[in-house]
């Protein structure tokens, strides 16, 4: 009885069993699945811009004197045309009104002594070293203190990078020792980024000085007619008085040359009053303001700085084998980082450098990348100088494409395949890959609109003819 017992209860439970097998052989595995459909897949990436000046223009005095009225602050904006800064000068109007008298003085005069020619020479003498005098002096950088200061700013500030670098270092080992966050390795990686593009946005600055030192145009050129002009009169003076020691006289040639010479100070000294008040030269924003009312400055003194508005460029670095796929006119996505949320806008590719420049990444290591220089196009978008932004460059696009997530995929017969559903069975689909992305693959064989792909191609259970919902 019992031996029958024990044989019931294995039949039983083998029945069991084997019903558990077919039930669960039969029943509908759950699966999670992507509809395939058409769409635009876009090979992206994205590097950091900084926000910079398209066109500054700094406004020099062009004659010495006191501040007598300043009438604009850095951040203003004004039109061409506008009143910036007064000058007053006084003595040139004294000596305009003494050259003019003079002229009238010499106009009258037919006939000079020898005694009064030997003076005016000696007159003359001193005034061409006046002149060479007053060249050396406007040769003289007003610039060498900022230069001076901005140096140190530079040193400082690659004092900090090289900190930077260092401890980014350390926070690597710390990180792929699972000592740190990686939200605390790519804040350090951030801090050297930053960094290095004040470095960059000071050298520029640096640049700038530099070039403001050179005294400005013409300069060079206006000393030499003054020392050639007064040189003539010299000339002539002292040839007037070797021919009057021959019994020759040359009076009228002598009295042609010292008017000539006065015309041409007196041709200047009206265009130095001219210029006792500074107007815009362009509509923009003012950037800088060099100067206080009531300082005294000298000829060919920075004033202020002003820079076109609407003028502002973004300024990107690029490796070489990327920049490859950026054309000038292109489209790309300008971010802008804010506390409620990231602000897109477009930008347009405006220049591409012709060579490269040395960079050295956060991880130390010098690349050599190219400027890219993109204009933005949303004029409501508050940007100033020196601001960071991510630019985000589109280089391949192509639209109606079926494409999958990358992790779909498995390796197949020397090839690659992926699960679909057909009639509510799981079968291996094989397919040809195209274009890939960080988030896509372009299927181009083997897949049509309206599939349905299985997610995880690893999921337990999962096998060929195998029942899904």
Known sequence: MKKQIKWVTAIVLTLIIGGSLIYSSVKALDVDLLEVQPQTVSQTWKEEGIVTTAAER????????????????????VQRGDLLVAIDSKDLEFQLDQLKAQKKGLLGQERMTDQDMQKQLGQLQGQLESIEGQE???AKSPYQAEIKRQQLVIEETGRQLVNSKEEYRQMKVLYESGAISKKELDQAAHTVDQLENSLLVQEQEMKLMNEQAIPLPGTVQYYRGLKQAVQTQIDVLQQELHQRGKGVTGTKQYYQGQLEAMEAQIEHLTYQVANLKVFSPIQGVVKEVHVKEGAAIPANAPLLTLFSEGGLQVEAYLLTEDVMDVKEGMKVQLIQKRKNGDYAFSGTVLAIAPSAEEKISSLGLIQQKIKVTMLPEDQEVVLRPGYALDVVFTTLEQPNQLAVPPEVLFPYENGDALWVVRDGK??????QKGMETDELVVITKGLSAGDQVI???QQEGLKQGKRVK
């Open 58 to 77: 700094p406004i020099h005095s062009l004659i010495h004197g006191q501040i007598s009225g300043l009438f604009v602050k850095e951040g203003q904006r």
């Open 136 to 138: 050396k002096q406007a």
């Open 426 to 431: 799981a079968v291996t689909q094989p397919v």
């Open 455 to 457: 997610l995880n191609p």
